[in-house]
Every structure is written in structure tokens, then in C-alpha cells.
């Protein structure tokens, strides 16, 4: 704390700073701008190309803990938690042109796997998940996951000399190999031996891009209907109804529209990743009820590129419903000269933290790639193309008015 005051002295920034100008051309703003009905942002978007650069370039100006951690600041028994490094400590960080992204510090190492015995919510949070989770999305035209991407930051110059938290900089602290570490206080992780460590200052880690502000852009938070049990030993209906997806298509939204059929394209995005932690979903509502969901929070995924949780698939197998163009697209993927893991391989590349994957992973996404595949045609096999492929390739162009409004 009090070399933080002294840093602050220093540059002279108790004294009120003159007010920043909101650039019309800042990558953040554009990208804001770029949401629309289809996705977060075109096929073809130089604006998120910049964004990602801006991302990992860009001075970080300040620096703090989420909202949801505000919030919880506190409120929790350090003592109840089950496994508290297995929650992702997580902080806001600011940059020029009113940028903000969500910095995810690197908690476990590429080539570990999670744990057998490890429930999917009590497991680690990966940043290089959230990295190739953007990734992955982008391939398969969803477009529904922020841009994200991988940095390496100096947590003393970019976090603990920039914050104006005053509990964030206490946490900070010099381990005995000389590295400057923090950790957070409850309900995450409440100790220091959970903390994250420098090397002794550099910590690699990913940073998704916020999206707008809630007042600009309300979004709605939504249980997911094929949520899992968070209890040791409970089930949820669908886990042992193998008929609970006719239940599901006679309740409202679900009964029409697109919403089940986007649930189907989320769950065949997490089959691929691995992550079981899909409790709930986002959507903005200014699109309606036929909006794309939000593919938010993937830092569970690709935990074990051994084992195929074919669970996940649940909404399709249950429903045996699926978009023609999310079909057209996982039947490209599969073909040898567009080969997911060698798509996702050269995609990948173009990040700072390569490589983001192992190679197992990699290939893992192809075997998983062929279980939908597999999983489409035993539907087709039973209830006829007709159907189970949904077509939704002759849809018209949204109009300009659908796009979301911001004001600057």
C-alpha cells in the first residue's frame, strides 16, 4: 500500500485528470457498433481483427475486481468452500479508448489434465480455454463468443500500480521465490496458497472484450433447461428422462421460434470444448425471442481431451433437431482438407500465447466432431431428414434497424 501511494505521488495522480475524448474509430466502440442480429460481429470483421491487437497492445489504465465479486465481497465461510482454487480469480482491466476486458490469469498448465475425480463445478478455470473457445466459435460461424485473446501481463505494473482498489492491493504480496503474487479475498480464493504468482512479474492470461453496458444493451440471464445438478449426488430431469426434451417443447419459448434450436447449437459447441458448466444463458433482448445466445463464460473447457462427455449432447439427442447450417458446417469441418483440428491449429497460431492447445486437444475435436455426426444421423435414421435438419439457410437479412442502438 504504501509503495502504491508513493507510485501515485509520483506521477502527480491525486490531482483531477483532464477528461478523456471517446474516439468515433476506437476498435471497442466499432465493435459495440457490429452487433447485430446474426452475431457479435460480420464474417469478415477488420474491427474485431484491430480490437484483438488493441487487446494486446494497449497500456492498461486501471484495474479491479469484477462486478459479481463486489458483490459477494466478503459474504462467504472460507471454511465451506469445497476447493477454492478451482474458482477463476478474475479482474477488469481499463485501457484507452474506453476499452475494458475481463482478464482471466493462467491457473493451470496445457499439457494437465483436470483430475478424474473432479465434479465439473468444483474444476479449474483455464485461460487458454477462453482463448480457444473464441476460436472455435469463429470456425464454426456462431460468432456468439466475445473476442478474446491471450497476453502476458506485468501484474505490478498493469494491476497493482494502476488499481485504486484498496483491497485488491492488499493482496499482492513477494513469495519466497521472489515473485509478486495476488490472490482474492472471499468467496474465491481465500488464501495465499491459492494465489497467482509472476514470473518473477510477467502472468500469461486471456482478456475477452466486455461487451455494451447493460443500459445500452439489456440482456437476459436464463436457467439453461438441460442444466446440470451442482450437488454431489443429485440429477436433474433430463439426465435420467430420456423423453424430457417433449416436456421442453411445450413450454414457451421452447414451444417455437429458434431458441431450442440454438440451445442445440450451444450444446454441440460445449460438446466440443468439454465444458459441463453451461448453467445458464445470455441473450440480448433487443433481438427477441429468435435470438442468438451468448456463448459467455468457457473457461471450463478443455480440461480432458481423454475422455468425451457425450452428456452434453443431450439437447440434440434427446430432440434430434439441428440447424442445415450448423450441419453443413460441422460436415465441412470433417472433411480431410478441412479438417477442424488442422482449422483450429492455423487459427490459433495467430495468438501471442501460442501454442494455446496441446495436441491432444486438437484431436479431440475431431473425434468429437464425428460423435455429433454420428449422433445426426442416428436422428435422420429414425424420424427422416425432414424432420430433424431444420432448414434456416433461405432466412432474409434482418433489417438495419435490428441492430443494437448506441449512444456515444
Known amino acids: 500500500s504504501r509503495r502504491h501511494k508513493l507510485y501515485r505521488e509520483e506521477l502527480n495522480l491525486t490531482s483531477p485528470a483532464a477528461p478523456l475524448l471517446l474516439r468515433p474509430e476506437a476498435s471497442w466502440l466499432q465493435f459495440h457498433l457490429g452487433i447485430s442480429r446474426e452475431g457479435l460481429y460480420p464474417r469478415s470483421s477488420p474491427t474485431v481483427s484491430r480490437l484483438l ?27 465451506q468452500i469445497v476447493k477454492p482454487s478451482g474458482v477463476h480469480l478474475k479482474l477488469v482491466l481499463r485501457f484507452q479508448d474506453f476499452g475494458k476486458a475481463m482478464f482471466k490469469p493462467m491457473r493451470q498448465r496445457r499439457e494437465e489434465e483436470t483430475p478424474e475425480d473432479f465434479f465439473y463445478f468444483v474444476d479449474f478455470q483455464r485461460h487458454n480455454a ?76 486471456s482478456l475477452s472484450a466486455f461487451l455494451p453496458s447493460l443500459n445500452l444493451a439489456p440482456r437476459l440471464s436464463i436457467p439453461n433447461p438441460w442444466i ?105 469441418l470433417a472433411e480431410p482438407e478441412y479438417r477442424l483440428s488442422d482449422v483450429m491449429r492455423e487459427s490459433l497460431l495467430q495468438d501471442r500465447l501460442a501454442p494455446v492447445l496441446t495436441e491432444p486437444h486438437l484431436l479431440a475435436l475431431d473425434r468429437r466432431l464425428q460423435l455429433i455426426l454420428k449422433a445426426v444421423r442416428k ?5 427422416g431428414e425432414a424432420k430433424v435438419v ?8 434482418a433489417p438495419a434497424s435490428d441492430r443494437v442502438k448506441l449512444t456515444t
Open 53 to 79: 491487437r488493441d487487446m494486446q497492445d494497449f497500456t492498461t489504465i486501471s484495474a479491479d475486481y469484477s462486478q459479481d465479486e463486489k458483490a459477494l465481497l466478503g459474504a462467504c465461510d472460507c471454511s
Open 379 to 383: 436422428c435422420i435414421d429414425t424420424y
Open 228 to 332: 446440470r445438478s451442482y450437488s454431489f449426488d443429485g440429477k436433474e430431469e433430463w439426465e435420467v428422462n430420456p423423453l424430457y426434451c417433449n416436456t421442453v417443447r411445450e413450454i414457451y419459448p421452447y414451444s417455437n421460434g429458434n431458441r431450442l434450436l440454438n440451445i442445440i447449437d450451444m450444446a454441440i459447441f460445449d460438446f466440443l470444448t468439454g465444458n459441463m458448466d453451461r448453467h445458464h444463458y445470455e441473450m440480448f433482448t433487443k433481438f427477441g425471442d429468435d435470438g442468438f445466445l451468448l456463448h459467455l463464460d468457457n473457461a471450463r473447457g478443455f480440461g480432458r481431451h481423454s475422455h468425451d462427455e457425450t452428456s452434453i449432447l443431450a439437447p440434440l439427442s434427446q430432440c434430434c433437431m439441428i440447424k442445415r447450417s450448423t450441419l453443413l458446417r460441422l460436415q465441412l
Open 390 to 397: 431444420a432448414d434456416d439457410t433461405t432466412q432474409p437479412k
Open 130 to 205: 477462453e482463448i480457444a473457445a473464441f476460436h472455435l466459435d469463429r470456425i464454426l460461424d456462431f460468432r456468439r463468443v466475445p473476442p478474446t485473446v491471450g497476453r502476458l501481463i506485468n501484474v505490478t505494473k498493469e494491476i497493482l500500480e494502476v488499481t485504486k482498489n484498496e483491497i485488491l492491493q492488499s493482496v499482492f504480496f513477494v513469495s519466497p521465490a521472489s515473485n509478486v503474487c495476488f490472490f482474492a479475498k472471499c468467496p474465491y480464493m481465500c488464501k495465499t496458497e491459492y494465489a497467482v504468482c509472476g514470473n518473477p512479474h510477467l502472468l500469461e492470461g
